[in-house]
């Protein structure tokens, strides 16, 4: 249901002055080979989620927060070339450099990054409306990373630097970067899982072409001078302009070695499909996620209730790692809405700077049309909104109430089995264990699930049948992705390789081995090489 109420959005004047935007972001220049290109060409203009008040009518506007270039393939391959030259086969100057070195330019980085920390966090506020909070926690959860990735790397090379004697071979083994890595993030953590990829990928001598999200692409036109003086020329160029415009031409080169991509597999499927060399293609893929919780009978109602509302609520459910489906036992399913649709309607809509605000405006664009659909889908299938009362499913422009429909069955497609990525819930009664057991592994995706329950034998159960279609299995607690020393990774359409602090590193580079028969002539002569 649509609503008019143009009072949950501000004017300009109603705005803290802390969060104002002092200027519209225009990113006129591009980042190629070391050099920063003027852009002359056609331009996108970039409005924030956040609608404004108009001061002579009752009516709202849309906000421009900025602009960015639209390029074409010709700049695409511009910087292609530059990559390319900067890698030189693993002899250029960046991948021959050593560690130390690479750290070193990384930690210059960093100092450079922390201080740009308050306009970087303004515009994750602006672009995609993350609560004051949670665009603070990305930041600074993103230097973190990056921290613990160069203290992970120090004690790799420690540990590669070393010269093993196995079964009569003399070897050393040492990771090398692969070459030329694309690197695609998601807009929904546009900093922290871009930098994901490109950090790892970067400190382990790989020159990089980064494409920005869609959504989340203005706050990185802060960290263009530091990219621009921290490394050498070549190592990160940007690329700009519409993905099916600038990147298939990458893709057909075969120049790309590695693809570090973030999306829907269905992107990620079409751009492997471009490339010549699809054997030899190197890929990263964070990709589809449907992840379930189950609610056994014996669960605790108030604790798993707190669980699946951050779960599949947290930053209006826009999380790969968001719940996005509950099956709840039928015999406590009356108790477990009940106290769900309670607690639901306690949380705070509004603008990101609003005091203890938990739902905003929703990134995408077409994302209230989408939600509408599943809500209309849901109730010509025999679903309710439960919440009702509370003001669930109504959509003011950019916001959405939080909806949780009930009873949802496989009639109800988009809710049933496609990632909603917004802030509706569907809730699936079950009787019999074997019901979400089934659905999960039937799904074509395989990233998390969530088990509430009190009773031991019900969780072994539910591990033993799940674990090998999921990526992680949270018991009493929601699906997440932290602590990033943990494993990230998923199963079948979810994801391809493995992130977390080290085998991200392991991940975006690959082994290289010299050998050599063990005798004290080569100890000596190989001692004297690696030195």
């Not at 956040?50 to 009516?59: K, P």
């Not at 009873?407 to 979400?436: A, D, H, R, S, T």
Request: aromatic share 10%; with cysteine; net charge neutral.
């Amino acid at each position: 249901m649509t609503s008019n109420n143009t009072s949950l959005f501000p004017k300009i004047n109603e705005i803290p002055e802390k969060f104002r935007l002092d200027k519209i972001v225009n990113q006129t220049k591009i980042l190629i080979n070391g050099e920063f290109i003027e852009w002359k060409g056609p331009f996108q203009d970039v409005f924030s989620p956040i609608y404004i008040q108009s001061e002579s009518t009752n009516s709202l506007e849309k906000f421009k927060i900025g602009s960015y270039p639209i390029a074409t393939n010709k700049e695409s391959i511009r910087a292609l070339d530059a990559a390319t030259k900067a890698f030189n086969g693993g002899k250029g100057e960046w991948p021959s450099m050593s560690v130390n070195d690479r750290i070193m330019a990384m930690e210059n980085f960093i100092h450079k990054m922390e201080s740009q920390r308050e306009p970087i966090v303004k515009m994750i506020i602006w672009e995609i409306c993350k609560s004051v909070k949670d665009a603070e926690k990305e930041f600074d959860r993103t230097v973190e990373y990056i921290k613990d990735t160069i203290i992970a790397l120090k004690k790799i090379d420690k540990e590669s630097s070393q010269i093993k004697t196995v079964s009569g071979v003399l070897a050393q083994v040492k990771k090398l970067p692969y070459g030329v890595v694309l690197c695609m993030g998601p807009y929904n953590y546009p900093l922290n899982e871009t930098f994901a990829t490109l950090i790892p990928a970067l400190l382990m001598g790989n020159t990089i072409l980064f494409k920005p999200p869609r959504q989340g692409i203005l706050l990185f036109s802060y960290l263009l001078d530091a990219f621009k003086e921290c490394f050498p020329q070549g190592v990160i160029n940007t690329l700009y302009g519409r993905g099916r415009d600038v990147t298939p031409v990458l893709m057909q080169s075969g120049k790309i070695d590695v693809l570090a991509f973030i999306g829907s597999s269905k992107v990620a499927n079409g751009m492997i499909k471009e490339s010549p060399f699809a054997n030899s293609l190197h890929a990263v893929l964070g990709l589809d996620a449907k992840n379930a919780g189950i609610i056994d009978e014996t669960a605790n109602i108030d604790w798993a209730v707190n669980e699946v509302i951050q779960g599949a609520f947290s930053f209006n459910g826009q999380r790969c790692t968001a719940l996005k489906i509950i099956f709840v036992h039928s015999s406590i399913a009356d108790n477990f809405n009940k106290k769900l649709c309670e607690e639901i309607s306690k949380l705070s809509v509004g603008m990101p700077w609003d005091n203890n605000v938990f739902i905003t405006p929703v990134a995408e664009p077409e994302k209230p049309e989408y939600i509408q659909k599943c809500i209309d889908e849901a109730i010509a299938n025999g679903g309710e909104i439960i919440n009702k009362e509370s003001g669930g499913g109504i959509i003011n422009y950019s916001l959405v109430n939080p909806a949780i429909i009930y009873p949802v069955n496989e009639k109800m497609n988009l809710l049933y089995n496609k990632e909603q990525f917004g802030p509706i819930l569907p809730i699936v009664p079950y009787y019999y264990p074997e019901e979400p057991i089934d659905y999960i592994i039937k799904s074509n995706t395989g990233q998390q699930v969530s088990i509430f329950s009190n009773n031991t034998e019900n969780i072994s159960n539910f591990i033993k049948s799940l674990r090998c279609q999921v990526g992680r299995i949270n018991i009493n607690s929601q699906c997440q992705r932290g602590p990033d020393v943990f494993s990230f990774n998923g199963r079948k359409n979810s994801a391809k390789g493995t992130l977390s602090i080290t085998e991200a590193l392991y991940a975006l580079s690959i082994d290289s081995v010299i050998a050599t028969k063990d005798n004290d002539f080569n100890d000596k002569l190989i001692s004297s090489i690696l030195k």
